[in-house]
């Protein structure tokens, strides 16, 4: 409990810091007359928990309309910010039209993320930005007013944000879900409804059913028959609330995943290639047949590193639960966050 009182106090005062630094953001927007939305880990350490300290975050999530995105960086970079070119090889101007944020960092403060969308353009889930900013509630941040999406718009996003990350995402993303539970009375159909308008019907089921099987929330029963589908069982959440908890440490071979998540026989026979024969697109039985010579010359040939591959193997029973859990995923959710 002293480690736990610790800890806390130590994010109490990271947090005053961090709050300080959300103020000046919301009245430097409102003095040039700009709306802003505030989202995720900043809105939800100061609205919805009782203490700051006991939610943390890194960066600092805001949404604005896309007219006025260039008008909001302008205000970012006069208050000291620099535009991050956080996916290489990509400028602004590109991630305008491919991608929804830009990323502002200043020394010694909170990178900040600027949205003027909630998912990628490529995404299967699409917000209906005028609906989300008409529903919204208007509420004084000490540093002006800002807007907080409705609750059941905001568990929503919450669950397409964590299926965007493939559910690799902090627990604490689980424990928001019974802050926000707490704070408002909630019609299981309005939910149902909303998740359908944009497309995350799965999306919600998935992240409620991890979330109560990770005993973060007991849920109303017109919430859990959210989690009710015929691609889910109460074993299914249970692995992956498993693959919840254990992802960040989990060995998960990213070609067997993939290879686990379904795809046709000659793209899984290629991928089976390339784990056992690294450069490859057949086992070297096949290529013989085709060329010859290029057996022949050692230089042009890779080594197999067969005692990387026999280690590899070697640990694949211990993350079978967690590479079953991340084939799942990718096979259902696939990888909304790629450009």
């Keep these: 409990m002293q480690i736990l009182a610790k800890a806390t106090i130590r994010h109490e005062v990271c947090s005053v810091f961090a709050r300080h630094q959300v103020q000046e953001v919301v009245r430097a927007f409102n003095q040039d007359g700009l709306p802003l939305a505030i989202l995720k880990g900043a809105l939800f350490s100061t609205h919805y928990y009782p203490s700051m300290g006991l939610r943390t975050f890194k960066d600092i999530d805001i949404l604005v309309s896309p007219r006025t995105r260039a008008q909001a960086a302008q205000v970012l970079c006069r208050l000291g910010y620099r535009p991050e070119q956080h996916i290489k090889g990509f400028d602004q101007e590109w991630l305008v039209a491919h991608h929804y944020h830009w990323v502002f960092l200043r020394e010694r403060s909170l990178p900040v993320e600027l949205h003027w969308n909630l998912t990628p353009p490529h995404s299967p889930v699409q917000f209906d930005l005028p609906g989300l900013w008409q529903r919204s509630q208007v509420v004084d941040w000490q540093g002006g007013p800002v807007c907080v999406f409705a609750p059941e718009d905001q568990l929503v996003y919450l669950a397409v944000h964590a299926a965007k990350h493939q559910f ?172």
């Design 168 to 339: 690799r995402v902090p627990l604490r993303q689980y424990v928001d879900v019974a802050m926000l539970l707490n704070a408002a009375k909630w019609d299981g159909k309005r939910v149902r409804q909303r998740a359908a308008d944009v497309g995350a019907e799965l999306d919600i089921a998935t992240f409620l059913g991890i979330a109560e099987a990770l005993g973060t929330v007991s849920l109303p029963c017109d919430l859990k028959a959210l989690t009710v589908t015929s691609r889910r069982s109460e074993s299914k959440y249970a692995l992956l609330a498993r693959y919840a908890m254990e992802w960040p440490h989990a060995d998960c071979p990213e070609t067997l995943v993939k290879m686990l998540a379904g795809s046709t026989p000659k793209t899984v026979l290629r991928r089976i290639c390339r784990i056992l024969f690294p450069g490859r697109t057949s086992p070297p039985i096949l290529s013989s047949m085709v060329d010859v010579s290029s057996q022949t010359s050692g230089a042009r040939v890779r080594r197999i590193h067969w005692r990387r591959l026999v280690i590899r193997l070697w640990r694949l029973p211990a993350a079978w639960a967690s590479i079953r859990s991340a084939a799942l995923i990718k096979r259902e959710f696939g990888n909304r966050d790629v450009l």
